[in-house]
């Protein structure tokens, strides 16, 4: 039984050598600085901050006093000014079907394609067939500018 006994030593060898690299790679692992959470400020890819203070959208001056709103079609951002003279963004596809939508008036955020509102406070859903509400943006206001946070 030479070959038996053989066998199971490669065998045994392999295990411990897969067990010392599991071990040894499992310490690497945990020790790497790719495991530690990433600052808000990090780069989008991972590497180093974030070289950008968000886009530019617009002057606060560009946007109407509450009730109405700026769509921004290029960038399909819609900003609108709070009570408070806060900006809030939503995304400007409408989430019916996806077309842009195409005005701010009285408060309401409307779609020109099959009728449906949106809250320009909230994003909420009040009217038509859209079945969600607009997605929020996050925006910042920095000496007098709207970006993207």
């Known amino acids: 039984m ?7 030593r490669t065998l045994l060898r392999g295990a411990a050598v897969s067990l010392a690299a599991g071990i040894a790679g499992y310490a690497v692992a945990r020790s790497s ?3 530690q959470p990433r600052s ?8 180093g901050p ?3 203070g968000g886009r530019f959208l617009a002057d606060v001056q560009q946007i109407p006093a509450e009730g109405g709103g700026l769509i921004l079609s290029q960038a399909l951002i819609v900003l609108v000014r709070e009570t408070d003279g806060s900006i809030r963004g939503f995304s400007a596809v409408c989430t019916h079907q996806g077309c842009t939508v195409s005005s701010v008036q009285n408060g ?8 449906s509102q949106f809250n320009a ?8 067939p859209a079945p969600r509400p607009l997605p929020s943006v996050p925006v910042v206001v920095r000496s007098g500018a709207v970006y993207t946070e």
Do not use: E, F, K, Q
């Not at 808000?40 to 991972?46: L, S």
């Open 50 to 52: 974030s070289t950008g």
């Open 33 to 35: 600085s790719l495991t």
């Open 108 to 115: 309401v955020i409307m779609c020109p394609c099959h009728g």
């Open 2 to 8: 030479p070959d038996a006994t053989n066998s199971r």
């Open 40 to 47: 808000r400020t990090t780069g989008a890819n991972g590497y």
């Open 121 to 128: 406070r909230t994003g909420a859903v009040v009217g038509g």
